[in-house]
């Protein structure tokens, strides 16, 4: 998982700095958010992972970040927090409540890769991903994909073609249509 999150954080942040002013107000395959919405909604996330990667406390609720190139380098630095070794022991407060570290990690992880693809479709960049990270992501959305469901984080699953790379698989299984296009 940690190698996967790397290179998700990397392809996210790369996306994310590439985001031209005016892109901000451009639809996402996330249909409930638009480029600047996407950035603020993952611009309070990654804070709050990078923190419960430390298993520090809260102390509030911290603003969410907006701007392209803090919410990259926020990306980067959720995904090195996570490669200390504690990060993935115990449990840990993120989102909600408290949960197994594992949980905030996996989270994370689907986080980068399904956003910043949403970014990347929005934006027209690439999103290439590697086969290894792949396969990560699509075992992270089979597991979140029933309580990401209920809790409107996913979409109704789509069919992906029969042999279907792992990546386009995840996006379908979370709802995304891995031809999406604005």
Not at 56 to 85: F, I, K, N, S, Y
Not at 140 to 159: F, I, S
Request: hydrophobic share 50%.
């Amino acid at each position: 998982m940690k190698t996967a999150m790397t290179e998700f954080a990397t392809l996210f942040a790369r996306t994310a700095e590439a985001i031209p002013s005016d892109r901000l107000t451009a639809a996402t395959p996330c249909a409930r958010f638009t480029v600047a919405d996407l950035l603020a909604h993952i611009g309070g996330v990654l804070p709050d992972s990078e923190r419960a990667a430390a298993k520090r406390p809260r102390t509030g609720e911290p603003a969410a970040l907006t701007d392209p190139a803090a919410v990259a380098a926020v990306a980067e630095r959720a995904a090195a927090a996570w490669q200390a070794p504690e990060a993935l022991t115990g449990e840990t407060e993120f989102g909600p409540g408290t949960v197994p570290a594992t949980l905030a990690a996996a989270v994370t992880l689907q986080e980068l890769a399904l956003h910043g693809w949403d970014l990347a479709r929005a934006t027209g960049r690439p999103f290439p991903v590697g086969e290894e990270a792949a396969a990560v992501l699509l075992g992270v959305v089979e597991q979140l994909a029933d309580q990401a469901r209920a809790n409107g984080g996913y979409g109704p699953a789509l069919t992906a073609p029969g042999g279907a790379p792992a990546f386009e698989r995840a996006l379908a299984l979370s709802g995304r249509n891995p031809d999406w296009a604005d």
